[in-house]
């Protein structure tokens, strides 16, 4: 069973997700702050990560920043990133190890497509 951690300030958005993704078969934690989040990457990494730009206490920026410092891309878990479908992608951020940045709201069909192929590539795309 792959492991999915959301990290999102928008609770209910998150739950949402974490009950379809558990319905898929998957088993997925919550987390709504960038501190906590980083906590639970270090405990227990999850197969993946799905990123809100809007994540509380260091954002979404703060916590890609210190995970490309800690370890490198290449010991990161893959992340997909969810962002504001009325903002443009924070190309700052698009780097590895960001396979993807959907807009929010993601259709489940499409974040399932998603978070299965990053599942397949088993790095970060962009540190092949």
Do not use: N
Not at 23 to 48: F, K, N
Not at 59 to 81: K, N, S, Y
Not at 85 to 97: D, F, G, Q
């Amino acid at each position: 069973m792959y492991r999915v951690l959301v990290a999102d300030a928008d609770v209910g958005r998150a739950q949402s997700y974490r009950r379809f993704l558990m319905e898929e078969g998957y088993q997925v934690e919550t987390t709504t702050g960038a501190v906590e989040c980083l906590l639970r990457l270090h405990d227990a990494c999850p197969d993946v990560l799905l990123l809100s730009t809007s994540l509380l206490w260091g954002g979404a920026d703060g916590l890609l920043e210190t995970l490309w410092e800690e370890g490198g891309a290449g010991d990161v878990v893959p992340v997909i990133l969810l962002g504001d479908s009325t903002a443009e992608p924070p190309r700052h951020l698009l780097r590895a190890p960001v396979v993807a940045y959907l807009p929010t709201p993601v259709p489940p069909h499409h974040l399932l497509a998603r978070l299965e192929a990053a599942l397949k590539v088993g790095l970060p795309l962009a540190a092949r």
